[in-house]
């Protein structure tokens, strides 16, 4: 008896090959991200064949060039659409798709496997499973700053560590929930801001390991809260987010250090949990207003 052929499974993990027949030319392999993923190609004109992403996957159009007539299937429903850069698709995890791209362009993916992103909203607004809406061709500024904000951090081989990422993904999977999914809005319940206590806790985390790769759900599990809460209730308590007050930690103790130390600038680079001198270096000029030689110097 004739078998039926098993449709292709593209895994954001491992490759996106025969999907796309180019390879990234940016990607956050390595990043140390868990769940998330993210993609940037420079692709020549292709056509997909039907097949099923892993991930739900967001595609966000190119900053330059020209709008691309573009065809897309969707559990076997067609349809023709030109892409304005900036403009995204998305097309949620198991969903029967295949594409007919006529034209090169640039574009980003950004993929988030079913299993973080459910685990983000249960904990976020207590919805399990999610059902997203796929869309295709439309403009949202915030998922295109997002993806822009996680290209630049991707190039620059994430300088501030994990958290950055994590942190605008957080913030990313709860605007697709609201916009993008069957799941109709509730208000959500009022919080009060961390304690004084809390808010020292989370202070002398930070301040122990801040020479390492400092990643938002271990902040977050410090006080036994969710990601989103912690995000939520940490701003509420601050005015800035998890992210912000670690770089100012990180660039305090790096102004004590070249003032009371002997240490180099990329020994500093290390020492404040920065991958490299010039990541740093960058850093603290855009806090400081001058480089760590330079804030040396005038000590």
């Known amino acids: 008896m004739p078998t039926t052929a098993r449709l292709l499974q593209v895994d954001m993990a491992e490759h996106t090959k025969p999907a796309l027949a180019d390879n990234p030319v940016l990607s956050s392999q390595g990043s140390g991200w868990h769940g998330i993923f993210f993609n940037h190609y420079d692709h020549s004109a292709h056509e997909s064949p039907e097949h099923q992403w892993?991930?739900?996957?967001?595609?966000?159009?190119?900053q330059g060039g020209h709008p691309g007539q573009s065809e897309h299937q969707i559990e076997g429903q067609i349809q023709t659409c030109y892409c304005e850069p900036g403009e995204m698709l998305l097309i949620p995890a198991g969903m029967r798709y295949a594409s007919y791209w006529q034209q090169a362009g640039e574009f980003s993916l950004l993929g988030f496997s079913p299993q973080f992103f459910e685990q983000v909203a249960h904990e976020s607004v207590g919805v399990k499973p999610v059902e997203l809406i796929p869309h295709i061709g439309i403009r949202d500024p915030l998922v295109q700053q997002i993806g822009l904000a996680l290209k630049s951090d991707v190039?620059?081989?994430?300088?501030?560590?994990?958290?950055?990422?994590?942190?605008?993904?957080?913030?990313?999977?709860?605007?697709?929930?609201?916009?993008?999914?069957?799941?109709?809005?509730?208000s959500f319940s009022e919080h009060k801001s961390l304690s004084q206590s809390q808010s020292q806790t989370v202070l002398d985390y930070l301040l122990t390991h801040l020479d390492?790769?400092?990643?938002?759900?271990?902040?977050?599990?410090?006080?036994?809260l969710s990601q989103y809460h912690f995000c939520r209730l940490f701003k509420q308590s601050t005015?800035?987010?998890?992210?912000?007050?670690?770089?100012?930690?990180r660039i305090d103790h790096a102004k004590q250090l070249l003032r009371t130390t002997r240490l180099t600038i990329t020994e500093i680079a290390f020492a404040v949990g920065l991958t490299n001198h010039s990541s740093f270096t960058r850093l603290f000029r855009q806090y400081v207003g001058m480089t760590p030689k330079k804030f040396r110097t005038l000590r």
């Open 155 to 186: 190039e620059a081989k994430h300088p501030a560590g994990r958290m950055f990422g994590e942190s605008l993904v957080t913030g990313l999977i709860i605007h697709l929930l609201k916009q993008y999914s069957v799941w109709q809005p509730q």
């Open 54 to 62: 892993m991930q739900h996957v967001i595609g966000i159009t190119g």
């Open 212 to 224: 390492q790769d400092i990643a938002l759900p271990d902040v977050a599990a410090v006080l036994n």
């Open 239 to 249: 005015g800035i987010t998890p992210y912000q007050y670690l770089t100012r930690c």
